[in-house]
């Protein structure tokens, strides 16, 4: 487990609803944030909706497929264009129609304002904003050219996009205050410069040769110990300064023009974020785009809400409460990893909808302690995909009393091949033992959804089901495993201590939080006492004691 650092974040906010215990809320529990919704923990199974597939009546048909995936809430866009198509005139049918919806098949809703940026881009700004370029200027590239990125740096595009997310959130407030269908809202979606690392505007070239501000630099001397490392080395390489301009801070380079730009960014979505707040307090984040390997600011939509830049939008955006990745890469349990680093909550609001979604959301939640986790896309998904994410979601069904119970208590793990290829056995030491897991990996009926096969070749149209688990410590030498494809063999950390054996193995479901026995597995399933396994291709449930001996 991860320690915490509380930060300003949560606890602006957890201050601010202090008076309205009903709303879905932040809470801390040991070294994690817990949501809560209607009093309890509350951990999403969702699915983020493509893009276009928002609006209501095109969706509708839609729903028995979501709700048979075993989902609790659905993430979905709320696009700026279509709910202000003439300035200060709003029309939220679109909004109220996805409410009534999601009331109807008993779910719940993440939104996502597509506001100012969508992908970097500002495609979904109105026409009104996109034709007046005098009022709402854009970025430009270092030859000068206008981009289709609204600066960051003009108070009119900023008080504007203020403006219309207020009246969204007041506008759930008075419709949705009651019933809490909304239960989290994304300000902006993926923020970034793309194809070049910083802005090139006439304000936006002022403010680089600028001071850089004292309200950063602040930030960052008080809370030297605890910064990201990346950005703790950029600074304190220079001579850790308190004063001068980006270069003279920072250095020369791409990385300084993704800090300034990071800067500008998070001012620009704390404008947003408070303005909203300020009308329904719910928890609100923001989400990432995350960096291929190798690539530098510039080539990817740079200066988001990364994990290497967490400390700028901290100290630039207080009143979120938490960021966000959209992990679409192989390494998942790193990305995760770097979500949780100084007591950021994870919550995945996008992720790859392939076979491997049914175990990365138990890494999400038994390593991470993570509240959410949501393929993107989910009303396309299809088969092997869509039945190992059903099977997995009733898995998480099932546990979730006991996983909200453990979230930040150091008794729960996951068990995630730490590379697509792991040939020697994955060792991680919990509850006083050591546990080696194998992963078997049975090989999927045909082209998994989620594949991409650029080549076209018959060997990449085959693809592995997924291999992983969830492990929760119920009493000393007493776990639960849940999951699928993963042999585990158990010995003591240090040598020389008893031997560990099984003493028994028995797989179960849980029902109404209590668990109901099927049968018990000490014989070849369990290799004559040998082994824990959870057996390739379907999720299952084992509950082992085990005993030590000499």
Same mark, same amino acid.
């Given at each position: ?20 215990? @009903? ?11 817990q949501l809560i919704v209607d009093g309890r923990p509350f951990l999403v199974c969702g699915g983020e909706l493509g893009n276009s597939h928002g609006e209501p009546d095109y969706l509708r048909a839609s729903w028995p497929k979501l709700k048979a ?11 700026? #264009? ?8 709003? #029309? ?48 430009? #590239? ?90 703790r080395d950029r600074w304190a390489g220079r001579g850790a300064r308190t004063s001068g301009t980006w270069t003279e801070v920072f250095g020369e380079g791409p990385a300084t023009a993704e800090l300034f730009m990071a800067w500008a960014f998070g ?53 979120? @409460?938490?960021?966000?990745? #959209? ?224």
């Open positions: 487990m991860k320690p915490l650092i509380l930060f300003s974040f949560a606890v602006s906010w957890l201050a601010a609803v202090s008076s309205g215990a @009903d709303l879905p809320a932040l809470r801390k529990q040991g070294t994690a944030t995936l075993n989902l609790n809430t659905v993430v979905a866009p709320v696009y700026w #264009d279509v709910i202000e198509p003439a300035e200060g005139k709003f #029309d939220f049918a679109t909004v109220d129609g996805l409410i009534a919806d999601a009331r109807a098949n008993d779910l719940r809703l993440v939104l996502l304002w597509f506001g100012s940026w969508k992908n970097s881009m500002s495609c979904y700004a109105p026409a009104w904003v996109k034709t007046d370029t005098a009022r709402f200027p854009r970025a430009r #590239d270092s030859a000068g050219r206008a981009m289709e990125i609204l600066t960051p740096f003009d108070a009119t595009n900023r008080d504007t996009d203020a403006r219309s997310f207020a009246t969204l959130m007041r506008h759930l407030r008075e419709t949705d205050g009651a019933q809490h269908t909304v239960i989290l809202v994304q300000v902006e979606n993926e923020i970034g410069m793309i194809p070049e690392a910083r802005d090139r505007h006439p304000t936006a070239d002022a403010a680089f040769v600028a001071p850089v501000p004292a309200a950063l630099l602040s930030y960052l001397a008080a809370h030297r110990d605890t910064l990201a490392p990346e950005l001012l620009y979505v704390e404008k947003v974020a408070a303005a909203g707040r300020a009308e329904y307090a719910l928890p609100l984040f923001a989400n990432a785009a995350l960096i291929r390997p190798g690539y530098q600011p510039g080539q990817y939509p740079s200066a988001g809400p990364l994990p290497h830049l967490i400390d700028v939008w901290r100290a630039a955006a207080p009143t979120l @409460d938490f960021i966000s990745p #959209d992990i679409y890469f192989p390494n998942f349990t790193e990305w995760a990893d770097r979500y949780t680093r100084g007591g950021n909550p994870l919550f995945v609001p996008e992720a790859l909808r392939s076979p491997e979604a049914s175990v990365n959301n138990l890494y999400a939640f038994g390593a991470c302690s993570g509240f959410g986790f949501a393929p993107f896309g989910i009303e396309s998904i299809g088969e092997p995909a869509a039945g190992l994410l059903r099977a997995s979601n009733d898995l998480i069904r099932q546990l979730t009393p006991l996983i909200t119970e453990r979230q930040g208590r150091g008794t729960m793990t996951a068990l995630l091949p730490p590379a697509a290829e792991q040939r020697k056995p994955h060792d991680v030491v919990f509850g006083g033992l050591t546990m080696s897991a194998t992963y078997e990996r049975m090989e999927a009926p045909g082209l998994a959804d989620g594949v991409i096969n650029e080549a076209g070749d018959r060997a990449a149209n085959r693809t592995l089901l997924p291999a992983g688990a969830i492990v929760i410590q119920l009493g000393p030498d007493e776990f639960l495993f849940g999951g699928i494809g993963v042999v585990i063999t158990f010995a003591a950390p240090t040598p020389g201590d008893p031997s560990i054996g099984i003493l028994r193995c028995a797989e179960g479901r849980y029902e109404a939080g209590a668990w109901k026995h099927l049968r018990w597995l000490n014989g070849d399933q369990t290799h004559q006492g040998r082994h824990v396994r959870l057996e390739p291709g379907r999720f299952t449930l084992q509950r082992v004691k085990l005993y030590r001996y000499r």
